[in-house]
Antibody
Framework: EVQLVESGGGLIQPGGSLRLSCAASGFTFSTYGINWVRQAPGKGLEWISYIDSSSTTIYYADSVKGRFTISRDNAKKSLFLQMNSLGADDTAVYYC??????????????WGQGTLVTVSS | EIVLTQSPGTLSLSPGERATLSCRASQSVSGSYLAWYRQKPGQAPGLLIYGASNRAPGIPDRFSGSGSGTDFTLTISRLEPEDSAVYSCQQYDTSPWTFGQGTKVEIK
């Protein structure tokens, strides 16, 4: 069974930094691209970053480019999101999501339960 | 960036009725790389439809997707109480991948 478990969320002051993790199991982690998607309270889903299986191709949404860094450790079956210069607009539940298939054009087939990041003083 | 606009914002229907949800793209989504997700309160989204019309495993045939280019539709043929949720479309054709704002389906 595919499982994705996010951790690392919490309350952080504006301007602070936080590192999220996503632990994967139940599939060959090193063969799938993984995404981070967030959802602000009461709002829709927002894709924010993608990393391919070998960390060769990385994309960011404009809203986080230059502040967030995605990375992965295939040996540890883990995905990370380093978030810097956090602002109130970054308050959201952050989900990691695996592609349905291993191809580039694939929907988000599997999701973690999410971790809440609250940016507030 | 491909902007996806969903309508209506909220749909309030009775059990057994048919629900028709629309997703319109600001530019053509090639390869029908369009998916639909269902999200219940406090839960992560779940994949319903991919490739515009293919049901994900375990999704009942009451759910169907159609469309191409810029206009896509999710139809729930016979609503059941457990279908109460927010439904979102997403394009995975061109980065940045984008989602619609969602349609809330309420069961009376």
């Amino acid at each position: 069974e595919v499982q994705l478990v996010e951790s690392g969320g919490g309350l952080i002051q504006p301007g602070g930094s936080l590192r999220l993790s996503c632990a994967a199991s139940g599939f060959t982690f090193s063969t799938y691209g993984i995404n981070w998607v967030r959802q602000a309270p009461g709002k829709g889903l927002e894709w924010i970053s993608y990393i391919d299986s070998s960390s060769t191709t990385i994309y960011y949404a404009d809203s986080v480019k230059g502040r967030f860094t995605i990375s992965r450790d295939n040996a540890k079956k883990s995905l990370f999101l380093q978030m810097n210069s956090l602002g109130a607009d970054d308050t959201a539940v952050y989900y990691c999501s695996r592609g349905y298939s291993g191809s580039y054009h694939t929907p988000f087939g599997y999701w973690g339960q999410g971790t809440l990041v609250t940016v507030s003083s | 960036e491909i902007v996806l606009t969903q309508s209506p914002g909220t749909l309030s229907l009775s059990p057994g009725e048919r629900a028709t949800l629309s997703c319109r793209a600001s530019q053509s989504v090639s390869g029908s790389y369009l998916a639909w997700y269902r999200q219940k309160p406090g839960q992560a989204p779940g994949l319903l439809i991919y490739g515009a019309s293919n049901r994900a495993p375990g999704i009942p045939d009451r759910f169907s997707g159609s469309g191409s280019g810029t206009d896509f539709t999710l139809t729930i043929s016979r609503l059941e109480p457990e279908d109460s949720a927010v439904y979102s479309c997403q394009q995975y054709d061109t980065s940045p991948w984008t989602f619609g704002q969602g349609t809330k389906v309420e069961i009376k």
